[in-house]
């Protein structure tokens, strides 16, 4: 990897923002997760968690974060890629994307057994332009492009960093506004190298949780959190 490589490089997500109408239900329902009280600066597994009002739009997952090298040469070459650029914020077909520096965030309570994101997924209507988009003008790089008709779907999976975007698009159209349609971010996956015991955490606090199934990906294990407040589709995934 060359020197101007390495500056915009992606190496991982670092934060998360959710939009939500009670903000405060929100926040509290992300400390729940979390296993932390209350608190103004929330943390998750490393990565920064921003619940703000919605503000006209839609609740839920409105934009990530990415950690990058060097912020101003990230931005600088995915601008001259032709995504547009605001402020350090990127729209990629719709969605919103920031760029930040490598400062880590610390966990306030690192019991709570979350090791950082797994992956957030992105739902589009066009596969081929999520390719160019998220990999040739974003600059992550795609790692597998995988149909999989026993789930009606076919799945990118960019790397960035130890996390991945997964681009999902279903295969029979059910749910999307039809091909050319804005993308959506949808979902987060969270790392944690126990499934059961933040499961039986989440359990005692009274929080709605699947039973742990095993995972899409070989030797994984998830578990689905149903908690509505969170306002976005969340899954905890680990090791079998």
């Not at 296993?35 to 600066?41: F, L, N, V, Y």
């Not at 990565?47 to 839609?58: L, Q």
């Not at 547009?84 to 057994?113: C, E, I």
């Not at 160019?132 to 999989?148: Q, W």
Request: with cysteine; net charge negative; charged share 25%.
């Amino acid at each position: 990897m060359s020197d101007t490589q390495r500056a915009q490089e992606v190496v991982g997500i670092s934060g998360v923002s959710i939009a939500s109408e009670d903000v405060d239900a929100t926040r509290e329902a992300w400390c729940r997760f979390a296993g932390i009280e209350h608190s103004p600066a929330l943390v998750v597994g490393g990565v920064a968690v921003g619940v703000g009002p919605t503000v006209g739009g839609p609740e839920g997952l409105a934009a990530v974060t990415l950690a990058a090298t060097d912020v101003s040469e990230t931005l600088t070459l995915i601008g001259r890629r032709g995504l547009p650029v605001d402020g350090g914020v990127v729209d990629v077909a719709g969605t919103s994307w920031r760029v930040a520096g490598t400062t880590g965030q610390v966990d306030l309570d690192p019991r709570g057994g979350i090791e950082g994101v797994d992956h957030v997924v992105v739902s589009s209507t066009d596969p081929d332009r999520a390719a160019a988009l998220y990999g040739a003008r974003l600059g992550l790089e795609l790692r597998l492009d995988r149909t999989m008709p026993e789930h009606r779907m076919r799945g990118l999976f960019f790397r960035a960093g130890d996390s991945v975007v997964e681009v999902v698009t279903r295969l029979d159209g059910e749910g999307d506004g039809g091909e050319g349609g804005a993308d959506r971010l949808s979902g987060i996956a969270w790392r944690t190298p126990d499934v059961a015991a933040v499961r039986e955490r989440l359990l005692g606090a009274e929080v709605d949780v699947s039973e742990v199934r095993p995972g899409r990906k070989q030797g994984t294990l998830v578990a689905t959190v149903r908690d509505p407040d969170l306002r976005v589709p969340t899954l905890i995934v680990g090791p079998a």
